[in-house]
């Protein structure tokens, strides 16, 4: 049976990824107030992308595919989300600098089988280590905006690429959607036409 797949975020990047790998979509971005009662950072993921899809599922009709996803940055086990404002990104980047973080995302597909709601959640976690930084070339980056709508306040893809030092793991998840495993976790549930 073919699904519509709908992507439940309105993230640019994520959009991006998915047309990489040759899926067609439409994005509905789920709205909820982010809460979670999960702890351990990939359940924290999974919880969140559950709430997200969930979200979306219910307004979807049965013939639909929805993509929930949440990545969030840990640094010493505590989440970094977006920073607020400048000076929230500047210590966010103060703390990463010169030291290696976990980016987790979960990811979780919702559809219709046999009459029956099915959904399955996963994460990926990807270790990155950033390079030191000075003063300057911390504030020079936040004065570029580009912290401003990420988690852990950098963007890998764009002007923050120059300070990692290495990466283990996916890239994609760090970008925000870990496409591999995705279309892997949808070829082993039969969702790909």
Known sequence: MKHQIILASASPRRKELLSQIGLSFTV???KGEERCEARLPQKQVEELSL?????????????????????????????LGKPGDEEEAALM???????????????TLIWHRAGKQQQISFHERTD????????EEIRAYVKSGEPMDKAGAYGIQGLFARFIRRIEGDYNNVVGLPVGRLYQEM???????
């Open 93 to 107: 980047l103060k703390a990463l600098q010169g030291q290696t973080h976990q980016v987790y995302t979960g990811v």
């Open 28 to 30: 509905q971005a789920a």
């Open 128 to 135: 990155v280590t950033v390079y030191p930084m000075t003063d």
């Open 187 to 193: 070829k082993a549930a039969e969702l790909l036409d």
């Open 51 to 79: 709430h997200k899809a969930q979200e979306i599922a219910r307004e979807a009709g049965t013939d639909a595919l929805v993509i929930g996803a949440d990545t969030l940055v840990f640094f010493r086990g505590k989440p």
